[in-house]
Every structure is written in structure tokens, then in C-alpha cells.
């Protein structure tokens, strides 16, 4: 059965001669989802893409930041949540100015929730470290040893 909702943009970008139609549809068109006014659900070549579940939706920024990743060669698929980063967890936080690319200090902290997937396709975490709680990349976080 045909999808009766309505595009209300359209994208099409070819990088190295592969072609990919990037279609954005209101999230009025689901009023039974919790959406928004500017918010957008996103298909790309006829598949829905949902980086935090089902029902993803997006803002414009956001779609900004898929796009670009589309562009670089980069694949809009959900990875695997980050293994062990559940609420209450003492881990160790890489942050601060970056040497050569790698932060040059860490410090030890608590997960506050559980690790979740941003609408950027990454995964965040809260962790309480130094002056209060942070949203970090759960690539900079590590498990902290007992």
C-alpha cells in the first residue's frame, strides 16, 4: 500500500556517481507521535531513518548534520548502543583541549541514565563529574575499573 503523507522537501545528492534521495515529511503527518512544529521525519532511498528509534524526528539542523554525513560517504545507519554505560556506572570522561586530537585530561564521574542515541545518529550520555552533570559523547567515556 502507497504512503499517503505528503513530502514537504526533497534532496537529491550524487557523491562519487551514487545518487541518494533524501525526503522530509512534517511530523503533523503523525499526529499520533509525539512531534512538534519544525520538526521532520527523514526517509532516504525509500527507507525510514530513525537514529533514536522509530519515530525519529528531526530538526532542520539536524537534517543539516545527516546530509553532511551523507555527503562525506558516511552511512545514516543505527549502531549498536555502547555496551555497560547504564545508570550509576563510575567511569572516566575525556575532555578538555585536545592534543593532537586526544583530550588531555580525564576525570572520574557517575553515569546519571543510561547511554542514549542523539537525533545526530551518536550516543550521549549524562555523567556526573567536577561541578555537576555534563552530556558527553559515550565516545569519550570508559568504564571506570572497581
Known amino acids: 500500500m502507497a504512503d499517503r503523507r505528503k513530502k514537504s522537501h526533497s534532496i537529491l545528492l550524487s557523491v562519487n556517481g ?3 534521495s533524501v525526503e522530509l515529511f512534517p511530523a503533523e503527518e503523525w499526529p499520533d507521535q509525539p512531534g512538534g512544529d519544525d520538526l521532520y521525519r527523514a526517509r532516504i532511498d525509500g527507507r525510514w531513518h530513525g537514529p533514536s528509534g522509530t519515530y525519529s524526528f528531526l530538526t ?5 548534520a545527516l546530509v553532511s554525513r551523507l555527503l562525506a ?5 543505527s549502531s549498536p548502543p555502547p555496551l555497560g554505560l547504564e545508570r550509576c556506572r563510575r567511569v572516566k570522561v ?3 583541549d585536545c ?3 586526544v583530550p ?3 576525570s572520574l564521574g ?10 545526530d545518529g551518536r550516543y550521549w550520555v549524562w555523567v556526573n563529574i567536577g561541578d ?3 552530556l558527553v559523547p559515550a565516545d569519550n567515556v570508559e568504564i571506570a575499573g572497581r
Do not use: C, I, N
Open 60 to 64: 532542520l539542523a539536524a537534517v543539516g
Open 73 to 77: 560517504g558516511g552511512v545514516p545507519v
Open 18 to 20: 551514487k545518487k541518494t
Open 99 to 101: 592534543l593532537q586530537g
Open 110 to 119: 557517575w553515569t546519571l541514565a543510561p547511554a542514549h542515541q542523539g537525533a
Open 104 to 106: 588531555v585530561r580525564s
Open 94 to 96: 575525556a575532555h578538555g
Open 132 to 134: 555537576g552533570p555534563a
